[in-house]
């Protein structure tokens, strides 16, 4: 019993030396007062804070005197001091100035928010606020200091007229955070701004305009609502605009047959390695053994790549331990290629000429095709277009074929040479088609793209035609679209 008692009582001194020990790191450090340099933007990768900041900054703003005020703002810690120092703590310390910034006392403590009246002023007024994370525990981990925020109080309101919103980023890995920025007109306005998500399932907005977007899901096959745009809403009396942000590492990609698609992680932290990335078809994933930064897929198929996905793991490393984590999965859609067609081509109707011009030589200007008649397979706006969705294959041509106008109805007299002027000056078509019944090439193109022409301004050329009798004359345009061979 008594060597029991013995141990107890060096296990005691033994814990008791150890915190005395402890309690030798603890840093000595000055008081600290307002104004600092704002620390650096905080680092985090997919919701670990690599370096510690401010995710939140208090904001300048235009306040009405005798009104309330709240700020917010939100610092995090380091995964380091976190994992080292977890009996640590830091608190809030608010810093206010009134003097334009010579001097400032504490105005508010241990609160990512503080409220406040604004004073009663007859003129506009300027105060100033910043915001300190103070470190207490064990180690050598500084304070942090947020931006300075400049609050201009106003005698009384000053309507919006009109808003810009911006974003400190307008994309987002899952569930790391940005904050929205309201610009008001004038710069002096005093209305509140009010914060919306289009969806917030996808990332939320609070007051203050800080996005927070949601975290990535284990599903793997692409489909799930963690990944996407989302669009964030800033609203002051009447007046709304709006950012679009990315949300998710990697967003789905849609691409045709044979072309290739990539997908990219965006701007990773230094100390964020791809470890690999892996390909999901039917509920399998394969490794595809690279740590690049994107990953290509050079001819995707119908067939083999369609509704496939893709997600990477990263590593990082805290405290000499490498860790992983897994990014969202984004879907690869794929269009079957090799379509090419003839989507538009326009009737022409040229309207009246007297006999007496017929005879004569004459130029006739398009009309509405519906003007007269009923239009037939073409239409009546002069469109004339070819779809190209390959991304493969040889060059292909368009051409039409005139045949010679002809009388309608019996014992009818004969029009002279004719030609017809196609003619889209916009798009530098101008190509004369004669009445003959033999083709004409209109365009070639050898690089995949489809063409839209506008022949509305197309023209009828008439050589003279002694032999013309009153009557309707037509004919008939076909046009061939060829595809050469791959």
Request: hydrophobic share 35%; net charge negative.
């Amino acid at each position: 019993m008594r060597n029991w008692k013995q141990l107890l009582k060096m296990g005691l001194l033994g814990l008791v030396i150890i915190i005395g020990s402890l309690s030798l790191w603890v840093p000595a450090r000055a008081a600290s007062s307002a104004p600092q340099t704002p620390t650096s933007p905080p680092v985090s990768i997919m919701g670990i804070n690599l370096a510690g900041g401010f995710t939140q900054q208090p904001m300048d703003s235009n306040q009405v005197s005798g009104y309330k005020v709240t700020l917010a703002a939100k610092g995090t810690r380091n995964l380091l001091e976190a994992a080292t120092n977890p009996f640590g703590s830091r608190k809030y310390v608010w810093w206010e100035s009134t003097d334009n910034g010579n001097t400032y006392s504490t105005v508010g403590s241990n609160s990512t928010t503080y409220t406040f009246t604004a004073p009663t002023v007859t003129q506009p007024t300027q105060l100033l606020f910043q915001v300190e994370y103070d470190f207490t525990g064990i180690g050598l981990f500084y304070n942090e200091w947020s931006r300075i925020a400049t609050i201009d109080v106003e005698p009384s309101r000053v309507p919006t007229t009109a808003i810009k919103v911006t974003a400190d980023k307008t994309y987002l890995n899952n569930s790391d955070t940005t904050v929205a920025h309201a610009a008001l007109t004038p710069k002096n306005a005093t209305d509140r701004v009010t914060w919306t998500s289009s969806d917030p399932s996808l990332a939320t907005v609070d007051e203050y305009g800080d996005v927070t977007a949601t975290s990535a899901s284990s599903q793997t096959d692409g489909t799930a609502h963690d990944h996407g745009t989302v669009t964030i809403t800033g609203s002051a009396n009447g007046h709304s605009d709006d950012v679009k942000i990315a949300i998710g590492a990697l967003q789905d990609v849609d691409t045709i047959e044979g072309k290739a698609a990539t997908f990219s992680l965006k701007d990773l932290p230094t100390d964020v390695t791809v470890n690999n990335w892996y390909r999901v078809q039917d509920g399998q994933s394969t490794a595809l053994n690279t740590t690049d930064t994107s990953y290509t897929i050079t001819k995707p198929t119908k067939s083999g790549d369609d509704g496939t996905s893709y997600y990477a793991v990263l590593n990082y490393t805290v405290n000499g331990s490498t860790k992983s984590i897994t990014t969202n999965s984004a879907r690869l859609t794929v269009t079957k290629s090799g379509l090419v067609s003839l989507m538009a081509v326009p009737d022409f109707n040229f309207g009246e000429a007297n006999l007496s011009d017929l005879s004569q030589a004459l130029t006739l200007d398009n009309l509405d095709a519906l003007a007269q008649g009923q239009a037939h397979d073409g239409n009546s706006n002069g469109e004339l277009s070819v779809l190209d969705s390959r991304y493969a294959g040889g060059p292909w041509t368009l051409s039409a074929t005139l045949q010679p106008f002809g009388f309608i109805g019996d014992n009818g007299g004969e029009l002279g040479t004719t030609s017809l002027d196609l003619y889209d000056p916009s798009n530098r078509l101008d190509k004369t088609i004669p009445a003959n019944g033999e083709a004409t090439s209109i365009y070639t193109s050898s690089d995949y793209d489809g063409q839209d022409w506008d022949v509305s301004n197309t023209q009828l050329d008439l050589g003279p035609s002694p032999l013309a009798s009153a009557g309707s004359y037509e004919s008939t345009i076909t046009w061939t679209l060829t595809e050469a061979p791959s």
